[in-house]
């Protein structure tokens, strides 16, 4: 009779190796974790915060450089932006809307359609002095920001807004 002769030498994963990559996926998932909740907060980092203001700060900048500007009340200013050595026929606004949320937006007074520029703010103020347009907006934290814009343009005669 012949007797067949088992192999018991054969290699496999032992129970220490099994833990081992078990300890090193969790490690992983604890790691991946982390990096996600820091990559949400970065939206609602002071920092961002900041950045975006300066980003609108800039745009709003833009969008006046050179315009005829009136303020119509204390939330309303209008505008009309340089076209082609003049001054465009159609009037702009920047102003505070309240919808869900009060925020500050721009648009144009014969199209429809509007922009946000900053949102979820409690107030805003516009005034105008001389050449210089000052906002002043308080958040939802009552924080208070002035901004100071500049409108580098000679006197233009007064016009009379469309909205």
């Given at each position: 009779?012949?007797?067949?002769?088992?192999?018991?030498?054969?290699?496999?994963?032992?129970?220490?190796?099994?833990?081992?990559?078990?300890?090193?996926?969790?490690?992983?998932?604890?790691?991946?974790?982390?990096?996600?909740?820091?990559?949400?907060?970065?939206?609602?980092?002071?920092?961002?915060?900041?950045?975006?203001?300066?980003?609108?700060?800039?745009?709003?900048?833009n969008l006046?450089?050179?315009?005829?500007?009136?303020?119509?009340?204390?939330?309303?200013?209008?505008?009309?932006?340089?076209?082609?050595?003049?001054?465009?026929?159609?009037?702009?606004?920047?102003?505070?809307?309240?919808?869900?949320?009060?925020?500050?937006?721009?648009?144009?007074?014969?199209?429809?359609?509007?922009?946000?520029?900053?949102?979820?703010?409690?107030?805003?103020?516009?005034?105008?002095?001389?050449?210089?347009?000052?906002?002043?907006?308080?958040?939802?934290?009552h924080k208070?920001?002035?901004?100071?814009?500049?409108?580098?343009?000679?006197?233009?005669?007064?016009?009379?807004?469309?909205?």
């Open positions: 009779m012949k007797y067949i002769k088992l192999d018991t030498k054969k290699s496999g994963f032992l129970l220490a190796e099994a833990m081992m990559s078990l300890f090193v996926t969790l490690l992983i998932l604890l790691i991946l974790s982390q990096v996600i909740a820091v990559i949400k907060n970065v939206e609602t980092s002071a920092n961002s915060g900041y950045i975006r203001g300066q980003v609108t700060y800039d745009k709003i900048q006046l450089e050179g315009s005829q500007l009136k303020v119509k009340n204390s939330h309303r200013i209008i505008f009309r932006p340089r076209e082609n050595g003049g001054f465009s026929q159609n009037s702009f606004v920047i102003e505070e809307y309240i919808s869900n949320q009060k925020m500050i937006r721009y648009r144009s007074t014969t199209h429809g359609g509007h922009v946000p520029l900053i949102t979820d703010i409690e107030d805003c103020q516009f005034s105008l002095n001389g050449d210089v347009l000052k906002i002043e907006i308080i958040d939802k934290e208070k920001s002035e901004w100071y814009i500049t409108n580098n343009h000679e006197n233009f005669p007064e016009f009379t807004p469309t909205a």
